[in-house]
Each structure stands twice: as structure tokens, then as C-alpha cells.
């Protein structure tokens, strides 16, 4: 019976994989040509022709510290100011960064209001597997289309707004926001919508066309959203579930 089940999940992988290229050709001709590199990665050297120069780095979801580490190494004149809510994650990024200056790290999650909040925990595994997925929105496809992700535990986290964490540590401009809040990402724009529009240069964010988790917003509203309040899309890396997308304010 595992051996059934783990062919019909190989074979799923399979099909998606196909439906994938078929309706995103240019992706899947990246991929070929790009030896399996991650079709949904937007080069940090691209976004650095962006950056204005000023200002910190803001990650939000900064997970097991890998794109932590290499914002760091990317950017090193910028201040990496590194939040993480899952304590065992945010150990694990704490202890790989500790050898790099320019990043802090801070065990809270960024949220549309400040003080202590749940989150739902994913689980794949030994470690901290599929704790990335955890979110403060309650799994709804996730479980659908990553059924090797388990949401069984909850915890109890700090959480905090975008202008209450700028103004806490002194953070008068952000020149990259960093958002991988897992469904949360449209939410916190709207929360701190005017915050944006006048101290947030470009935006990297994770972004989906499959409701993953209650109440979060598809790929069409976000698109629309950040047009209507002045970030054009520069890249768009989306693929049949989720990706990422990069925008940048107009009138900083």
C-alpha cells in the first residue's frame, strides 16, 4: 500500500508538472535551459538594478535562513532585519546568520495587528520540514495540493505590524519588503497601505492562484490591488499553484 501511494503521488507529479509547461511555455523553456533551477526564483541580481541604495531590508518569513543568507551576501550595505515566528525556525536562521553583520534577527510574526497571535504549524517531517508552510491563516487546498504537509499543532506566537516593527527599531525607509507570509501577504499591504506608498521602495512577495489557506487572495486580486495603489509589476514568476512576483513603488 506505500509503495501504491507513493507511485500515485510520483505519478501526480508527473501530470502537474506537464500541465505546468503547457500553460506556462516560457518557464518550463527557463527550466530546461536553466538545469531544474527553480522556475518561481526571481535573481537576486536583477533586484539589486533595483534598490535604491537606502534604507534596510525587510524579510518577513525568513524560515530556515537560506534566502536570509543570501540577501545578506546580495546586499551587503543594506541592514537585513530578519523575522521569523516559528521559534524552531528562527533558531535554525539565528545560527546560520551569526556570522553576518548585516542581518537581525526577530522571533515574531509580521501581522495586521500587534500582539500575540496562533499559527497553524506544518509539518513534513524531522527538523523543521515543512514548517515553512505554517501561517496565521488555517490551511485550506495546502493540505490538497501538498498532502505531505500536515497542520497538527498550533503556536502561540508575538506578532507585530509593519509600522510598529519600523518604528521600534528605528527603520525610516525600507528598500526591499520581503514577504513569505503564507496567504497573509495581501492583508498586510492593505494594513499598511499608506506606510507603503511612502517608505517602501520594491517588494518581493509570494503570491498564489490556489486558495492554500482561508481568506487569502489569488493571484488576479493581488495583481490588480498593487496596480491601484501605484507598485508596478517588474517580474512575474507564478506558476500553476503559486510563485513570486516583485513590484515597485512609482512615486518613491
Known amino acids: 500500500m506505500k509503495h501504491f501511494s507513493s507511485l500515485m503521488h510520483y505519478s501526480s507529479d508527473i501530470v502537474n508538472r506537464v500541465k505546468f509547461a503547457v500553460e506556462n511555455p516560457a ?24 534598490v535604491l541604495g537606502k534604507g534596510a531590508i525587510v524579510e518577513a518569513g525568513s524560515s530556515d535562513g537560506v534566502d536570509t543568507v543570501r540577501l545578506a551576501m546580495q546586499f551587503p550595505a543594506h ?4 523575522i521569523e515566528p516559528i521559534v524552531e525556525q528562527f533558531e535554525v536562521t539565528k545560527a546560520k546568520t551569526s556570522n553576518l553583520e548585516n ?7 509580521l501581522s495586521t495587528n500587534t500582539g500575540l497571535a496562533e499559527m497553524y504549524v506544518g509539518k513534513s517531517g524531522k527538523g523543521i520540514e515543512g514548517m515553512g508552510s505554517s501561517s496565521l491563516l488555517e490551511p485550506t ?12 499543532s498550533k503556536q502561540q506566537v508575538n506578532a507585530v505590524t509593519l509600522e510598529d516593527f519600523c518604528a521600534l527599531h528605528d527603520v525610516s525607509f525600507v528598500d526591499l519588503l520581503w514577504l513569505d ?11 499598511s497601505e499608506d506606510f507603503l506608498k511612502k517608505r517602501v521602495n520594491l517588494i518581493h512577495m509570494e503570491v498564489s492562484r490556489v486558495e492554500l489557506y482561508k ?4 493571484y ?6 498593487m496596480n491601484k495603489i501605484g507598485f508596478a509589476a517588474l517580474k512575474k514568476r507564478v506558476g500553476r499553484i503559486s510563485g513570486n512576483c516583485l513590484f515597485q513603488n512609482q512615486k518613491v
Not at 518557464?27 to 533595483?50: H, M, N, Q, V
Not at 507570509?181 to 494594513?191: S, T
Request: charged share 25%; glycine share 4%.
Open 220 to 225: 488576479s486580486e493581488v495583481m490588480s490591488y
Open 79 to 82: 541592514q537585513i532585519y530578519a
Open 27 to 50: 518557464l518550463a523553456f527557463r527550466w530546461l535551459t536553466k538545469r531544474g533551477s527553480d522556475l518561481t526564483e526571481i535573481e537576486l541580481t536583477y533586484i539589486a538594478r533595483k
Open 141 to 152: 487546498r495546502h493540505t490538497d495540493e501538498f498532502p505531505e504537509i500536515t497542520f497538527n
Open 181 to 191: 507570509v503564507q496567504g497573509l501577504e495581501l492583508k498586510l499591504i492593505k494594513r
Open 215 to 218: 481568506g487569502s487572495a489569488l
Open 103 to 109: 542581518v537581525k534577527n526577530f522571533n515574531f510574526a
